[in-house]
């Protein structure tokens, strides 16, 4: 126990650097680009981040799940190549993407070319997170997490420079797609070196596909994280879709407290999830519900009076450090909120750990489809979508729901588990 915890403790600040590394990219960037600049980028990134959870349609999850069991037994070629085939998928889904503004679709109102570079751009991030899954599966954190690391700084370095030089959102995107291609394509030959495969003899064996069990499970996989990801960014899709290029644009600036709260909530998580696990195991389902009640309120109830404090902050900073940005104001104090019910929410680990992964979609599901329904449908044309303030009560309406609702269901497994 001991030991694993020391071994935590090397690699969590590593990846805790990379990810205010990753933050502070996003503010650098705001304050090279023009507002309306931004809001492309901005546009440009969450397409890019849709595919990097999509593209590889759940084999990345399938692959991130079977590849610890399969290198513990020795099996390293046969985990690589895994890892290839689903390299192999994610470009085939790639070319695909890239073809589409042949037939007039263009999603978000970019154009043709800024799409054909997000979608690159998520294919190389994509590519990357399964080139590192090799360190990631040997359970080699440390050089897993410099990987990371080495990445985030690279990209940040280089494509400022980019930005600074006049570059703009598409420069920023090609030149981390540069660093990212570079990274993924070294790392892959150190693989094949270590199997003593030649890139022919490693795609030949890729070609040979998955069978139609891991197509049904990677699809499962595949609807989970796509989920996941949706419920914490539909109110970007719906605002990218409707405001003009300045108005996502300070919207997309008073997102970064929220892009900061999901990656720390997902380092806080690394750590909390073995721990609620091996309560659950230990003792019982009301053991690991307590050690989750506990974290998540307290974190709650912390982040909120936190949230009083930044929004003073930030009224006083942006003034001085982004005057461009001023008109944003009023757009933090809802977003930071969100943030706070964002970064304490780990009733959702303990669903799954409860293996209620069911209930946990069908809440997804349907926030998700509330959210977008009343928006489309209801609000479509009205002056309620014209304002991007309305999009962030949107998002708190959507940490706050999945939040309580999370925290019932996790109470009602709770409380059936002691009767």
Not at 90 to 98: E, F, R
Not at 99 to 127: C, D, K
Not at 145 to 168: N, P, W
């Amino acid at each position: 126990m001991a030991a694993r915890l020391i071994a935590h403790l090397k690699y969590t600040p590593i990846l805790g650097l990379a990810a205010l590394i990753g933050f502070v990219r996003i503010g650098i960037y705001a304050r090279l680009l023009s507002v309306d600049d931004f809001g492309l980028l901005s546009k440009l990134l969450l397409i890019s981040g849709f595919f990097c959870v999509a593209g590889s349609c759940g084999f990345q999850i399938l692959a991130q799940r079977d590849l610890p069991a399969m290198f513990a037994h020795q099996r390293y070629r046969r985990g690589l190549v895994i890892l290839g085939k689903a390299c192999m998928i994610t470009s085939v889904v790639a070319l695909l993407l890239c073809v589409t503004p042949l037939f007039g679709y263009v999603p978000l109102n970019v154009a043709g070319l800024a799409l054909l570079i997000a979608v690159i751009h998520g294919w190389a991030q994509q590519s990357f997170m399964l080139v590192v899954l090799d360190s990631r599966s040997r359970l080699e954190m440390v050089p897993y997490s410099l990987q990371i690391l080495l990445r985030t700084v690279l990209c940040c370095v280089v494509a400022s420079g980019v930005a600074a030089l006049g570059g703009g959102a598409l420069g920023i995107l090609l030149a981390e797609l540069a660093v990212t291609v570079v990274l993924s394509v070294n790392s892959m030959k150190k693989m094949l070196q270590g199997i003593g495969f030649s890139w022919a003899v490693f795609a030949g064996l890729c070609k040979k596909g998955f069978t139609k069990k891991e197509w049904y499970v990677a699809a499962i996989l595949l609807l989970g994280t796509t989920l996941s990801f949706l419920s914490t960014s539909v109110d970007r899709w719906l605002a990218a879709d409707v405001l003009s290029a300045k108005q996502f644009g300070l919207y997309s600036f008073s997102w970064i407290p929220l892009v900061a709260a999901l990656s720390m909530q997902a380092l806080l998580n690394a750590g909390l999830f073995p721990l609620i696990a091996q309560r659950r195991v230990a003792g019982s389902d009301q053991k690991a519900l307590r050690v989750t009640a506990l974290v998540s309120v307290g974190l709650l109830l912390a982040a909120l009076l936190f949230v009083l404090l930044a929004n003073k902050l930030i009224a006083w900073a942006i003034p001085i450090w982004y005057g461009q940005y001023q008109d944003a104001l009023p757009l933090f104090l809802p977003l930071l909120a969100a943030a706070a019910f964002r970064v304490s929410d780990f009733w959702s680990s303990f669903l799954i750990i409860t293996h209620r992964h069911m209930s946990l979609l069908v809440t997804q599901v349907i926030l998700i489809v509330v959210a977008f329904v009343y928006c489309r449908f209801a609000l479509d044309g009205t002056a309620w979508m014209q304002d991007p303030y309305n999009f962030t009560l949107l998002a708190l309406f959507l940490a706050a729901g999945n939040y309580f609702v999370n925290a019932l269901l996790a109470f009602f497994v709770g409380h059936r588990a002691a009767s």
